[in-house]
C-alpha cells in the first residue's frame, strides 16, 4: 500500500522514522508527498494510501480506520505539544478568548 507523506515538522518526522525503523526491515513505500496534512487526510479517505498522521486529524471520522502506534514496550506513541505566548498578549481579546478556550480542552480526553 502507498504512504502518503505530508509536510511537518523535523521532530515528528524522526519519530515516525524511528518507529517504522522499530517495525519493518525495509522501507516504507512513499508514493505522494503532499503539502498539508488535511490533503493527506482526504486522500487516505479517498483511497489513495495510508498516511501517519496525529489522532487529532482523523478523530472526527468514523471511515477512517485507525491504528495507535506503539513502542517496543506496547505504549502508545504520544507526542507532547507545548503552545508559547507572551505574558502581556493576553490582555489583547482575541489571544485571551483562545488562550481561554485552549486552557478548556480536556486533552486527556482527546
Known amino acids: 500500500m502507498t504512504q502518503i507523506n505530508y509536510k511537518t515538522d523535523r521532530k515528528l518526522i524522526a519519530l515516525v522514522e524511528d518507529w517504522w525503523n522499530e517495525n519493518f526491515d525495509y522501507p516504507p513505500n512513499v508514493g505522494l ?3 498539508q496534512v488535511d490533503t493527506c487526510k ?3 479517505i479517498n483511497g ?3 498516511g501517519i498522521v496525529p489522532d487529532l486529524i ?3 471520522d468514523p471511515s477512517i480506520y485507525k491504528k495507535t502506534l506503539k513502542n517496543p514496550d506496547g505504549e502508545p ?3 507532547k505539544t507545548w503552545m508559547y505566548y507572551d505574558q502581556d ?3 489583547v481579546n482575541t489571544i ?3 488562550l481561554r478556550y485552549i486552557h478548556s ?3 486527556k480526553r482527546l
Open 33 to 35: 508527498r503532499v503539502d
Open 42 to 44: 482526504e486522500m487516505i
Open 48 to 50: 489513495l494510501g495510508y
Open 58 to 60: 482523523v478523530d472526527d
Open 77 to 79: 506513541i504520544i507526542r
Open 89 to 91: 498578549s493576553v490582555s
Open 96 to 98: 485571551g478568548a483562545f
Open 105 to 107: 480542552i480536556d486533552v
